[in-house]
């Protein structure tokens, strides 16, 4: 059983930034991974994906694509997510997805097969 832990959710004032953090129980280094977030009353929304271990791609929606960006951490089983000039619209659930192996770059749900349970980020006006 793969287990996806977030960390680093909470209250922040708009135009401030966050980072938040995904820690894999993962051993393998081949595994890609993303970021979703839901806020109440809406779908789940990709947030940004990033390859394996030894591969650079990154994909982002437009959207986002000047405020955020998806990195692994110093560990091989951690990925961060840095936000700035966060919005009271960022306010969501955020989560934590991977797949084993590479796969092609996708930010739809049904595409991933590990979830977290999800770290809050809230911003107020």
């Known amino acids: 059983q793969v287990r996806l832990v977030e960390s680093g959710g909470g209250p922040v004032p708009a135009g401030g930034s966050l980072t938040l953090s995904c820690v894999s129980s993962l051993t393998t280094k081949y595994y890609c991974m993303a970021w979703f977030r839901q806020a109440p009353g809406k779908e789940r929304e990709g947030v940004a994906h990033i390859d394996t271990v030894g591969v650079s791609g990154t994909l982002y929606p437009n959207t986002l694509i000047d405020r955020i960006a998806i990195s692994r951490g110093n560990a091989t089983n951690e990925m961060v997510l840095q936000m700035n000039n966060l919005r009271p619209d960022d306010t969501a659930m955020y989560y934590c997805?991977?797949?084993?192996?590479?796969?092609?770059?996708?930010?739809?749900?049904?595409?991933?097969?590990?979830w977290g349970q999800g770290t809050q980020v809230t911003v107020s006006s």
């Open positions: 997805a991977a797949n084993v192996d590479r796969m092609s770059y996708s930010l739809r749900t049904d595409s991933w097969s590990y």
